[in-house]
T-cell receptor, first 115, second 113 residues
Framework: AQTVTQSQPEMSVQEAETVTLSCTYD???????LFWYKQPPSRQMILVIR??????QNATENRFSVNFQKAAKSFSLKISDSQLGDTAMYFC????????????FGQGTRLTINP | SQTIHQWPATLVQPVGSPLSLECTVE??????LYWYRQAAGRGLQLLFY??????ISSEVPQNLSASRPQDRQFILSSKKLLLSDSGFYLC????????????FGAGSRLTVL
């Protein structure tokens, strides 16, 4: 079974700083997807960024980018020029391609952006 | 465009009472549907998923059940709630082909007293 581990329960940075959230996963699959979801205080789950394992190029969405290291099974999220609205729980998630397409989540990192 | 609705948003129920949480998706057909639970301060645990009407897969043994009476309707139920059923329940959907993105509803907060 796949597992996702987020080793940082909480992080806090100043506005405009850059912050990196860590995620590691365990799988025997070769092809899969990785995601970062954001859950603000409203508790709505919002997709931040997605990475296909077969793509070597790291995904980027505006201020959000990932560092995908397939051999190390590592998938970190970098937030540049952090904003107050980035304050949220961030969840790393894994989805296998074969079989049932289910998301397996990490325990989350609570990120606080301070003014 | 596709939308997902989930209700009720909040629910306070006594131990031993029944439960029904409903989720519907609009603007698509034959979606994959999911129920997740989020305990306080923790990650999301997959409870059930469905790839079609009447097709339900359970991920963990528990006091809950799920049904899919219509293509875009997914219901989470319990006959007798336990204190441990308290939590935040999220419904999600994805669409084939290329169904690799789950879109979540706004969630239902259940408190069992």
């Amino acid at each position: 079974a796949q597992t996702v581990t987020q080793s940082q329960p909480e992080m806090s940075v100043q506005e405009a700083e850059t912050v990196t959230l860590s995620c590691t996963y365990d799988t025997s699959e070769n092809n899969y997807y990785l995601f970062w979801y954001k859950q603000p205080p409203s508790r709505q789950m919002i997709l931040v960024i997605r990475q296909e394992a077969y793509k070597q190029q790291n995904a980027t969405e505006n201020r959000f980018s990932v560092n995908f290291q397939k051999a190390a099974k590592s998938f970190s999220l970098k937030i540049s020029d952090s904003q107050l609205g980035d304050t949220a729980m961030y969840f790393c998630a894994f989805m296998q391609i074969q079989g049932a397409q289910k998301l397996v989540f990490g325990q989350g990192t609570r990120l606080t952006i301070n003014p | 465009s596709q939308t997902i609705h989930q209700w009720p948003a909040t629910l306070v129920q006594p131990v031993g009472s029944p439960l029904s949480l409903e989720c519907t998706v609009e603007g698509t057909s034959n979606p994959n549907l999911y129920w997740y639970r989020q305990a306080a301060g923790r990650g999301l645990q997959l409870l059930f998923y469905s790839v079609g009407i009447g097709q339900i897969s359970s991920e963990v043994p528990q006091n809950l059940s799920a049904s899919r009476p219509q293509d875009r309707q997914f219901i989470l139920s319990s006959k007798k709630l336990l204190l441990s059923d308290s939590g935040f329940y999220l419904c999600a959907w994805s669409r084939l082909p290329g169904a690799n993105v789950l879109t979540f509803g706004a969630g239902s907060r259940l408190t069992v007293l």
